[in-house]
């Protein structure tokens, strides 16, 4: 059994992350300012984990949260492409000083290891399919060169202090408790909650912009995977974590009709700022490294989301719309 701090735990992948670690028997902490998470998501598991509400920029609280840590997973940020194009100091504050917080305390805490939910949205728009890790850089949102930027801390901080550390860089994820009610939210939990209430989701470009969407339990699998990872694998390096396919928005949106008998035909909409026409992994490097393999594909990992997304409108119809 080891103790794990998992930082943004309320959110989407936090609080997956938190439920298969409770499920194994570990002892697991999680902070959260509540920003875009909800301790709904925890509800179940509340009881068998300790929480605390906490920004990741309280100096003291963040020290306090890392003692007697083994391992950080950390997920904690403002996950929206969009709302860092709206709010670049906001989003920079929870996402690179939040960061570097985390990482003086994990230092001095003596933590053995901080596994961080890097993003493929690093690679921007390069030509070149699918992304491999060695390619250059080319961000092109203020999220982008954020969530590049505390790689970079990361790396550093092995080669200053030998703090162990893994950059996940996760393609798109989706699955049950992503938020769908915020116009920052995934498309996948958005297209789903429109549709539900039988709205035409929009659609913006021409459809044919496509991700490598990958399934939540995959990115839990290759957060547990990097922590048991041999050390010389945890000095700061980068891993994709997708699924080696991609799909393109209008496939996305008719998948997800055909599960609810939706009809409506799609609106468009302008190309959104800051996006990236295409994202496809390249997840050699995992799957020899960590021994990561994306078991859920899209189409098991969309159903299992929809019917969620369902269970939920039936447990609480009026809950799911305030979320
Ligand atoms: P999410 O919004 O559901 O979760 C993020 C959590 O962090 C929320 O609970 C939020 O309240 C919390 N948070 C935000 N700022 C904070 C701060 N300053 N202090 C404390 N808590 C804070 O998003 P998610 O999809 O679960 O994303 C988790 C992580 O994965 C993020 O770091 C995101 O950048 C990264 N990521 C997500 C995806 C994806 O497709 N979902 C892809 C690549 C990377
Ligand atoms: C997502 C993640 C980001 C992560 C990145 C890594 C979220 C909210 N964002 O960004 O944290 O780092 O993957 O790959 O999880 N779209 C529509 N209509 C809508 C909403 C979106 O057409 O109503 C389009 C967007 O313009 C974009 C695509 O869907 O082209 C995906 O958007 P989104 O789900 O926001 O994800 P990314 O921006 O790719």
Redesign the pocket.
Known sequence: MARYLITGIAG?IGSTLAHALVKQGHEVAGIDNLSTGSLDNLADIRHQISFEQMDLQDVAGVKSACGGIDFILHQG?V????RSVKDPLGSHESNVNGTLNLLIAARDAKVRRIVY?????AYGDQPTQPKQEDMPPLPL?P??VQ?LTCEYYIQSFFLAYGLEGICL??????GPR?AADS?????????TY?MMARET?????D?L?S??FNYVDNAVSANLQACLAPSAVATGRVFNI?TGKSHT?NE?YFAIAGHLGFTGKPNY?P??E????H?LADINRATKELGYQPKAGFHEGLGKTVAWYLAEREKSPVAVVQR
Request: no cysteine; glycine share 12%; aromatic share 16%.
């Open positions: 989407f940020a996950a929206s492409v969009p939910a890097a993003s493929s949205s949102s999220y982008a969530k860089r996760y393609f798109n994820i989706f992503q116009p920052y939210s995934g498309v996948i939990a958005q297209f429109k989701p929009t659609i913006f470009g459809g912009t991700r490598d997708g928005l996305v909409g190309p959104r800051g996006d990236i026409k994202s």
